[in-house]
């Protein structure tokens, strides 16, 4: 089964960048698979927040964050990025990457291909 390990998270000013990045373990070949980022904040529901096809053709993002955020992926590093920039103080929380089943809007827990989450990254933002 997939493993993911997310990471770059961390306190940004509102305004600020941050870039996450979700790696996946060594035994599986990436190409194949759709990737969603998801926040999650205490007490709410995970929400989708951006999505990327298999081939990196199709991008999606939830409308609060469109202009502002950048997903992307590298299958050759195993790879998944999430540009997030201009930050807004309700983007608190913490970032789950999964892979999916296909990469639509709005972006859905149930749509997680095996229904794994890591440990997902914590972001801050925060003058």
């Known amino acids: 089964q997939l493993q993911l390990v997310e990471s770059g998270g961390g306190l940004a000013q509102p305004g600020g960048s941050l870039r996450l990045s979700c790696v996946a373990s060594d035994d599986i070949v990436l190409d194949y698979f759709a990737f969603g980022w998801f926040r999650q904040v205490p007490g709410n529901e995970r929400e989708g927040v951006s999505c990327?096809?298999?081939?990196?053709?199709?991008?999606k993002y939830e409308d609060s964050v469109k202009g502002r955020f950048a997903i992307s992926r590298d299958d050759a590093k195993k790879t998944v990025y999430l540009q997030m920039n201009n930050l807004e103080p309700e983007e608190t929380g913490i970032y789950y990457c999964?892979?999916?089943?296909?990469?639509?809007?709005?972006?859905?827990?149930?749509?997680?291909?095996?229904?794994?989450w890591g440990q997902g990254t914590q972001v801050t933002v925060s003058s």
């Open positions: 999964t892979a999916i089943l296909v990469c639509m809007m709005p972006l859905t827990p149930d749509i997680s291909r095996w229904d794994n």
């Open positions: 990327i096809s298999s081939e990196g053709k199709d991008k």
